[in-house]
């Protein structure tokens, strides 16, 4: 018994030993706006960015800038799923050209505006000990109003087939539907 009791010590100490030299000497710091409320779902594209300078005004910029980056990142990459869904649903031989492409560019040109509707709903500021700031922001977008910028752009975009502004119609609309965002 003495020595299952003296072996449990040992085995403990050396996980002790093993977890604290894993971390070398680091120390895990506990980051603003975890959770849930701060991720993107399907009716929101969402973003937490943090910003450091020895201006207040500036630390906050840069938080902002690397949130609306993240959120453009974001907004890209689910178009582009949006939109091989949509193609892969319409094998009927109807045949849109460099359709894909276009729709891509077109969310491109959108997502270098500025993004109607982008809002911060968080913000948390800190000061460090060399009494410079850190900025910590959460931003978000209604899905719904960045999709509906987009048909709006394709609607007025002259270099598009009727074909393709249609195709952009549908597609925008069921991606809007699957939002389940009944607000204006």
Do not use: H
């Not at 500021?125 to 060399?130: G, I």
């Amino acid at each position: 018994m003495k020595k299952l009791m003296i072996m449990s010590v040992g085995m403990i100490l050396i996980s002790i030993i093993a977890c604290k030299s894993s971390f070398n000497g680091m120390e895990q710091v506990k980051i603003p706006f975890k959770g849930n409320a701060y991720e993107s779902n399907k009716r929101y594209f969402r973003s937490v960015a943090s910003g450091e300078s020895i201006n207040l005004e500036t630390a906050r910029s840069k938080a902002l800038l690397t949130a609306n980056q993240r959120i453009a990142s974001s907004v890209q990459t689910e178009i582009k799923n949006v939109t091989e869904n949509y193609l892969n649903e319409r094998k009927d031989g109807n045949q849109l050209g460099d359709y894909g492409e276009r729709f891509q560019q077109l969310t491109r040109e959108v997502m270098s505006t500025s993004i109607n509707g982008m809002r911060t709903f968080d913000e948390k500021v800190f000061m460090k000990p060399d009494k410079s700031y850190q900025v910590w922001v959460a931003v978000e977008a209604r899905k719904k109003e960045i999709y509906k910028r987009i048909k709006q752009n394709a609607k007025a975009r002259a270099t598009l087939s009727e074909a393709e502004k249609k195709a952009i119609d549908e597609m925008i609309d069921k991606a809007i539907d699957e939002t389940g965002d009944t607000e204006n």
